[in-house]
């Protein structure tokens, strides 16, 4: 099993450049967890998952800031 890492962490959409920047005590399930909820539709942040549906996964990048 991988270590948690903890930190602030961002997802960067490349089109327009606009961030979603979070933090988690494990940022690398946060983030497969964002991406499980928006490929259902279902995430909480209304813009990033409009973001999302407008511009596709390939337009997302995420970065650990922290």
């Keep these: 099993m991988a270590e948690k890492v903890p930190g602030v962490y961002e997802i960067l959409n490349t089109v327009n ?3 979603y920047i979070g933090g988690s005590v494990d940022i690398h399930r946060r ?3 964002h991406r499980v909820e928006l490929r259902k539709g279902t995430l909480h942040n209304v813009a990033l998952q ?3 549906v407008k511009y596709g996964a390939t337009a ?3 970065n650990i800031l922290l």
């Design 17 to 19: 450049g606009k961030r």
């Design 31 to 33: 983030w497969r967890n």
């Design 50 to 52: 409009r973001a999302w």
């Design 60 to 62: 997302f990048k995420f």
